[in-house]
């Protein structure tokens, strides 16, 4: 037997306790805190791994440790794009720490300066980045 009962629409109305507002609140909460602890899992490990390959990279691991390393094409490649994934881990840190009103007024802030929402900066596209054979696009 299905004991799975749809959820309604946000629109539907309270549920019954007339406390949907503070449910979805609640929801909305505990997911930011499990989203900013797999965030914070993920910027550990990056660091961590930027940190063993800037040893490798300098030659302070011994033979058994640098091994996994030697068959990176180009490990300081590799570190640029750890350093770019702890600055967007941290990017992305920073907008689960806003509030509903804070983010509110970003997007307003971001739609007047004529960015689409969500963006900060410029962005790399993968027609403007640069091929595996170091050649960009033609």
Not at 4 to 27: L, N, V
Not at 61 to 74: H, K, Q, V
Not at 130 to 137: D, F, I, R, S
Request: proline share 9%; no cysteine; hydrophobic share 35%.
């Amino acid at each position: 037997m299905n004991t799975h009962q749809p959820t309604p629409p946000a629109d539907a109305g309270p549920a019954p306790g007339g406390e949907a507002a503070s449910d979805a609140e609640a929801d909305l909460k505990a997911r930011r805190a499990q989203r900013l602890a797999v965030l914070d899992l993920v910027g550990m490990m990056n660091v961590q791994a930027a940190e063993r390959l800037t040893q490798y990279i300098t030659g302070q691991l011994s033979d058994a440790e640098s091994e996994p390393f030697r068959r990176l094409p180009d490990p300081v490649m590799a570190l640029a794009r750890l350093t770019r994934s702890i600055r967007r881990t941290v990017l992305l840190q920073e907008r689960l720490d806003e509030d509903n009103e804070a983010r509110e007024q970003r997007l307003a802030a971001e739609k007047a300066a004529g960015r689409p929402s969500g963006s900060r900066g410029a962005s790399i596209t993968n027609s403007a980045r640069p091929k595996a054979n170091g050649h960009g696009p033609p």
